[in-house]
């Protein structure tokens, strides 16, 4: 219930922030027609890599999942209700009241933090998913960012990366067709010189002692304004990548704590 | 946790809002709405209980209730594409004993004093599919499939509420779709189905334009008993009025529907009884035996038209509501479910991507699939209609010939045979 106190101007403002994010043709139109494609790659690489059942509707039993980057929780409401069990964390703390106040309306138990990858590292927390799409490009020191994202992940946990290639073509689409030919994202929003190519980044993963497995192309179909994958990585790109060690490990810990107790 | 509306009765909204302020107010909220309770409606209710799962919430508003015969004579040609939903729906089983499978397909060119009336286009075996020997479509009469399929929407735990909406209002965020009824209640939904038929008030409230007009005949339709058996057979003569159609049901018994133009057929439906079975008789010929008039003659207004669009924001069309057309080729209903199988099968998709049903890239994955389909099908009847309903000699002896052609070009009649069946994709 809303104090009559409370300034309507300040409503107002939180309402279009809402809006900005939810609108789905608003101006986050971009991010919003990207997500079937992108959930239907989260979703099979979550089936592929924890052997779940395809056909099943709410894929995820429970497992944890954590976005990087949640903003106002395009991705967050999905998953949620695909059945995991979602954190979603974002450093500007207007996009997650926007995405607790979305989700609350929205009737899906997720869990929102305004905080970043490093200080979820520093508590200990683990996920065995993590999801930082359209995040790498925009972080500054990614060696520190992947080693965090590593950390957070349990034993055997899957990263889930998207972003752009640093190509030409790329250059030509991202930064002027988007950016400014079809007004998509806000300007500015992109820095060409921080894409990271394929190969770099599957090298930095390695580094990070991540295991990357082959990136796939995120291809947009203008003819049927719909995002797609393919094989040609050249404007965006999707990659998946393992924890070392098994998931086994951490499962049977849980059940030795549940035999404790019983 | 949404409360549940149980009748009209209890009042869901206090005020009347202009714009709903989000948060407040109390209003039921739905993940999706079917305006409507005609058999397409029904259909999509059960249809998005499939795709949505067991959680989702589902209202149909409308009173759909049982018709009895008297009331409602008319019978439906089912083809493949429909009858494969309504098996996926779980209601063909209880169907199946109602259905009159059609072997054969009889379509001749005749003036009414014709002694003998040529069989041009004889569609027999060209449709049949492996599975169900020559059936390229099945009879089924509108009460039997109306009941079987309330009775699963009583399984499948679909509210029904006996509202109209008066007012769609969408908000900010662009999440739900408002729905307000004359009486003031409220309910939010992510989509709402229009399947509110022809005049649909859903797709008035959303501005979605119509192109369309009246033809100058009515349909007409009653069910008929014989001596003889049918065999499975439909006739489809086309009278100078228009088509005339006997098609086979269950027993020794036809239902017969054609096209009169309109001041003849004013003149049909006064008539008592016994007049128009003689009429009736005269059109039906005496290839059957005996006949008895089995229900009363009932008259229905025969038009064409199409929605510019099959969806706006967190709507689509279904059925009528997006299409009318002529029923010549008997595909007004095929239409309307393989619109119902289609936006299920968008549905389900979201549901599998954790999408809500209402979101935009569902519903134009919805119109991609529908509206070339049902375009192509519009002007294939509606010029249908307009080489046949002519008494006009060289456009009678064009159309013999024409036919005729058809005839002999197998490859060109398995493809009408197949469009009648429903088994033609874009």
């Not at chain 2, 239409?335 to 389900?348: E, H, I, K, P």
Request: with cysteine; charged share 25%; net charge neutral.
């Amino acid at each position: 219930m809303r104090a009559p106190s409370i300034d309507d101007a300040e409503v107002e403002r939180f309402e279009r922030l809402a809006a900005t994010w939810w609108n789905q043709q608003g101006p986050m139109r971009a991010l919003h027609a990207m997500n079937p494609a992108r959930l239907a790659w989260i979703r099979r690489e979550a089936s592929r890599h924890f052997g779940l059942d395809p056909s099943e509707r709410r894929i995820f039993a429970e497992h944890s999942v954590l976005d990087i980057g949640c903003g106002g929780g395009l991705l967050c409401e999905p998953l949620a209700r695909l059945g995991a069990k979602v954190t979603g964390i974002d450093p500007a703390s207007e996009n997650i009241e926007v995405a607790k106040a979305h989700g609350e309306r929205a009737g899906l138990a997720i869990d929102y933090r305004c905080s970043t990858v490093e200080e979820i590292a520093a508590r200990g927390e683990r996920f065995a998913v993590v999801l930082a799409m359209e995040v790498v490009e925009h972080v500054a020191d990614v060696p520190a960012f992947l080693t965090s994202c590593e950390r957070v992940l349990e034993p055997g946990g899957l990263l889930l990366m998207s972003t752009l290639n640093r190509t030409l073509r790329s250059f030509a689409l991202a930064i002027l067709g988007a950016e400014y030919l079809l007004r998509w994202l806000p300007r500015g929003t992109h820095d060409w010189e921080k894409f990271l190519t394929p190969g770099e980044l599957a090298s930095q993963l390695r580094r990070a002692r991540l295991v990357p497995r082959n990136p796939e192309g995120l291809l947009f179909d203008p003819l049927r304004w719909e995002w797609r994958l393919s094989h040609d990585t050249a404007v965006n790109y999707v990659v998946s990548a393992r924890k070392r060690g098994t998931q086994n490990a951490a499962a049977e810990n849980g059940r030795a704590e549940g035999a404790e107790k019983t | 946790m949404p409360h549940r509306v149980k009748s009209s009765h209890r009042s869901v909204g206090s005020r009347e809002p202009t714009a709903i302020p989000l948060g407040k107010g109390r209003r039921e909220r739905a993940d999706a709405v079917v305006a409507g309770d005609g058999i397409v409606a029904l259909a999509a209710a059960l249809a998005l209980r499939t795709a949505l799962g067991e959680q989702a919430r589902i209202l149909v508003l409308g009173k759909p209730a049982p018709i009895a015969h008297e009331i409602d004579p008319r019978a439906y040609a089912i083809a493949g594409s429909a009858r494969r939903l309504l098996e996926g729906l779980g209601v063909w089983p209880v169907l199946e004993a109602d259905a009159q499978p059609m072997e054969h397909i009889f379509v001749t060119d005749s003036r009414l004093d014709d002694v003998v009336r040529p069989a041009f286009l004889s569609f027999l075996g060209d449709t049949h599919e492996p599975e169900s020997g020559n059936t390229f479509a099945h009879m089924i009469e509108a009460k039997a499939l109306r009941n079987a399929l309330l009775g699963a929407l009583n399984l499948a735990r679909i509210e029904t509420v006996p509202l109209r909406v008066h007012a769609l209002i969408h908000e900010s965020d662009d999440d739900r779709i408002v729905l307000r009824a004359e009486s003031g209640e409220v309910i939010a939904s992510a989509l709402l189905v229009a399947a509110d038929g022809a005049r649909s008030t859903c797709r008035e409230l959303a501005g979605i334009s119509w192109i369309g007009w009246d033809y100058p005949q009515l349909g007409l339709t009653t069910t008929i008993a014989h001596e003889r058996e049918h065999g499975a057979r439909a006739y489809e003569h086309f009278l100078p009025g228009g088509p005339f159609a006997i098609l086979p049901l269950k027993g020794r018994r036809s239902s017969i529907v054609w096209a009169e133009g309109k001041r003849e057929a004013k003149r049909l439906l006064a008539l008592d009884d016994r007049e128009a079975f003689i009429e009736i008789t005269r059109r039906f010929g005496h290839e059957l035996g005996a006949l008895r008039l089995e229900g009363r003659l009932i008259g229905y207004p025969l038009s064409f038209g199409i929605a510019r669009a099959f969806t706006a924001r967190r709507l689509a069309l279904v059925g009528d509501a997006a299409h009318v057309i002529h029923p010549v080729a008997g595909q007004g209903l095929n239409l309307g479910l393989q619109d119902v199988a289609a936006l299920a099968d968008a549905v389900s998709e979201a549901a599998h991507l954790g999408l809500d049903p209402g979101n935009p890239f569902t519903l134009s994955a919805y119109q991609r699939a529908r509206r070339f389909d049902t375009t192509a099908m519009a002007a294939l009847t509606d010029g249908l209609v307009r080489l046949f309903s002519n008494d006009h000699l060289p456009l009678r002896a064009l159309r013999d010939f024409g036919l005729s052609l058809v005839d002999r070009a197998p490859p060109v009649k398995r493809l009408l045979a197949n469009r009648a069946a429903g088994r033609v994709r874009a």
